[in-house]
């Protein structure tokens, strides 16, 4: 991870991401580029940014030109904030998607990254279909992350009582998710507030997505790059750009090899976190064995009663406080 210069613009998806789960789209920087420019995007519309690592790349990319970039966080990080203090052409929108896309002017490309959830995927796509009916000739170039693994059809929550009943899957709070296991596992992925199953109607990023293609009045395309838990990319048939960007982006899409490679991260991913919560168990009921130990060496109770042993096994009692030292000794040793 030392040579920058082998991210897109010398930016490093990692920088604010410690455990190295690989979730900013600066990892899918390549499609989501080549897409913009091959829609000749001008304007975009990041939401959910975060601290502005992807933002960052929009910038250094789009600043040459000329395009305007809006980031919509409720909650941004400073970061994203010092991003806004520096780049004029960076506008910061401190609301919810749902909010802010009932106003704000629409760009050329809108990037969906935010609550990863049925409800709320469905609700800003309606929102930027009604709105391009009316204010364009055809909908933007939409770019939306976690369409694949965990998202793509398991709903996750920032705050489950902003989402309506109706639309609201049971949930686990910080339940671990694990490829493969459509419930949660325990130590692996945490997650604040994903469904307690994975699958079924109206559940997933995903499955938003195809709900709206199939209910849209205009013939949508889908092109889904199966890497870094999945980017999709939605654009009307009837844009000008239709076929070539679905030209360029035909090695990506789908692609059975980036499907593996994919499966084969996050199991990994996955399998380290179960590993290491299970590492972390380990120790903690060593600690405590250790601890209660100690309190037996301690003990004048045990001191006594390792003399009446002595007595009545004549000098050779089971266990004694001299084991017990070594035991402890020998653990410190080992540490």
């Known amino acids: 991870m030392e040579d920058f210069e082998q991210w897109p613009l010398g930016l490093n998806p990692y920088a604010n991401d410690p455990a190295g789960w690989g979730p ?132 996750d929550y920032y705050d489950p009582d902003q989402i309506p009943p109706e639309y609201r899957q049971p949930v686990v709070e910080g339940g671990g998710l694990y490829p493969g296991v459509t419930g949660v596992y325990t130590g692996a992925l945490p997650y604040k507030w994903p469904a307690a199953e994975e699958g079924g109607p109206r559940n997933g990023v995903l499955t938003a997505v195809e709900d709206f293609i199939e209910a849209h009045e205009e013939r949508l395309r889908l092109a889904v790059v199966p890497t870094f838990y999945g980017l999709g990319l939605l654009w009307e048939e009837r844009a000008p750009y239709s076929d070539r960007l679905a030209r360029q982006l035909e090695p990506w899409h789908e692609s059975p090899h980036l499907a593996r490679l994919e499966r084969n991260r996050v199991l990994h991913l996955a399998s380290a976190h179960v590993q290491q919560h299970r590492a972390h168990v380990a120790e903690d009921q060593l600690h405590r064995a250790h601890a209660l130990l100690d309190r037996m060496l301690h003990s004048r109770a045990f001191a006594v009663a390792e003399l009446f042993l002595k007595l009545r096994q004549r000098g050779r009692p089971a266990f004694s406080r001299e084991q017990i030292r070594e035991l402890l000794n020998r653990s410190a040793r080992s540490n």
Not at 51 to 80: N, Y
Not at 114 to 142: F, K, W
């Open 24 to 155: 900013s789209l600066l990892t899918n920087a390549e499609p989501i580029l080549a897409a913009l420019e091959t829609s000749g995007a001008e304007s975009a519309i990041e939401i959910g940014a975060y601290a502005g690592d992807f933002t960052h790349l929009l910038l250094l990319w789009g600043g040459p030109r000329g395009m305007k970039v809006t980031a919509v966080d409720p909650s941004p990080q400073p970061e994203l904030e010092q991003l806004a203090d520096e780049h004029a052409e960076l506008e910061l929108i401190r609301e919810p998607s749902l909010t802010a896309l009932e106003r704000i002017p629409l760009a050329d490309a809108i990037v969906l990254d935010g609550d990863h959830n049925y409800y709320t995927v469905t609700e800003e796509l309606r929102r930027i279909a009604e709105r391009s009916h009316s204010e364009r000739q055809h909908l933007p170039l939409i770019l939306l992350h976690d369409v694949c693994w965990p998202h793509g059809r398991r709903d």
